[in-house]
């Protein structure tokens, strides 16, 4: 097990995409294990392989209190989403910033664990939103890419200049 480091905005390989799982083995399985332990550290309530620089489509979440309801997802699709949600987002790779973008409120979609096993899976409220930003994750896409250019230019810049000052 090992706490990884997360990729801060606005490093390029927070765009990559990242590509299917092919092989369900146990370097798969270490990867889980690792994200759920650096998620459940930082602490956050999800996190995508993207954001610790390994590029295949593996994510996790834990939205509960307890810290005691992890949900992984490998290739993750969407099959359907509906309603409207509008909940104050934050990432771990963007730290201290907060703010509302455009998402569903309520998901299905398909998946597998880290067996391999397929399952759908339905979601809304936050773990819904969490899933559609970690899925964002996977496709190179941090949610501050729906905010105003003017607000990219300048969390970018406060940013940059944190990491500056903390390395
Ligand atoms: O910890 C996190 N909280 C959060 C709150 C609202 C919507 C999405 C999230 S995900 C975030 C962790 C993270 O950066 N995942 O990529
Ligand atoms: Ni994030």
């Given at each position: 097990m090992a706490i990884l480091q997360i990729l801060q905005y606005p490093d390029p390989r927070l765009h990559k995409v990242a590509e299917p799982v092919r092989s369900f083995d146990e370097n798969l399985r270490d990867l889980v294990r690792d994200l759920?332990?650096?998620m459940y550290a930082a602490p956050g309530v999800g996190l995508a392989a993207t954001q610790v620089d390994?590029?295949?489509q593996v994510l996790v979440a834990d939205v509960s209190d307890e810290h005691d309801d992890l949900r992984v997802f490998?290739?993750?699709v969407l099959i359907e989403g509906d309603g409207e949600s509008a909940l104050e987002e934050g990432c771990l790779s963007v730290p201290g910033v907060y703010d509302r973008v455009p998402r569903f409120e309520h998901i299905r979609g398909r998946a597998y664990d880290a067996s391999?096993?397929?399952f759908e899976f339905e979601a809304t409220g936050l773990l819904s939103v969490c899933i559609q930003h970690e899925m964002d994750h996977l496709k190179g896409r941090v949610f501050v890419d729906y905010l105003s250019r003017l607000k990219q230019?300048?969390?970018a810049a406060k940013l940059r200049k944190q990491q500056r000052h903390t390395g």
């Open positions: 759920a332990e650096t390994v590029h295949r490998v290739n993750p391999g096993n397929a230019n300048r969390i």
